[in-house]
Structure formats: C-alpha cells, structure tokens
C-alpha cells in the first residue's frame, strides 16, 4: 500500500498562484499514473490533471488547462499542482491519486489539500 500526502494548499486570491504537492511513501511502482482531481463545496469530484510517473505524457480538464501544470520528481517520490490565474470556481478539496499501469480506475488516494479562492 502506498501513502499519499497533499500539501501546499491555503487562501489565494483570484489571479493568485499556489503550488500543490504530492508525497507518496510506502510501497511505490515505476509504471504509475499520479493524478489530481478536486471536490469543490457541493459538488462530485472531478478529474484535473493526470502524469505518468516519468512525466512523459499529461493531460488537463479542459478548465484549467493553460493554467495548471502538472509534474513529477520521480527521486523524490513526489507529484506537483501548479496553479496559476486562480479563479474562485478552483475552490475545492484537491487530492493527488494514484494508478498501476493501464488500470482504469485510481486505486489510492490521499487525505486532501483544501484549497480556497476568494474573489
């Protein structure tokens, strides 16, 4: 089992920036997809922007691309958000996930990182 730990997340204004992180510890593969998905105040959780573990290929919801960077430190073990031109409908509980391979669905999770854009 692997341990996901998000951190970086706080109150930014709108047009701010922040930079999310994601620790993983515990048992870990090289062949992985890390991800980062959020759940704002009554809504589902929603997919925000995906990486293979070698930062080769990365894909975006369609509302925050050319805002959001995702990227990784495999020797670190660590998975990065970065947000840029924040805007208030970013408000949300972000979490970082994980998946083995070609799996479908994202086996492991991390606690959540709140994040809150104030307008």
């Known amino acids: 089992q692997v341990k996901l730990v998000e951190s970086g997340g706080g109150l930014v204004q709108a047009g701010g920036s922040l930079r999310l992180s994601c620790a993983a510890s515990?048992?870990?593969?090289?062949?992985?997809?890390m991800g980062w998905f959020r759940q704002a105040p009554g809504k589902d959780r929603e997919f925000v922007a995906g990486v293979t573990w070698g930062g080769k290929h990365t894909r975006y919801a369609e509302s925050v691309k050319g805002r959001f960077a995702i990227s990784s430190d495999d020797a670190k073990n660590t998975v990065y958000l970065q947000m840029n031109d924040l805007k208030p409908e970013d408000t949300g509980v972000y979490y970082c996930?994980?998946?083995?391979?070609?799996?479908?669905?994202?086996?492991?999770w991390g606690q959540g990182t709140q994040v809150t854009v104030s307008s």
């Open positions: 996930a994980r998946k083995i391979g070609p799996a479908v669905d994202w086996g492991s």
């Open positions: 515990g048992r870990t593969f090289s062949y992985v997809s």
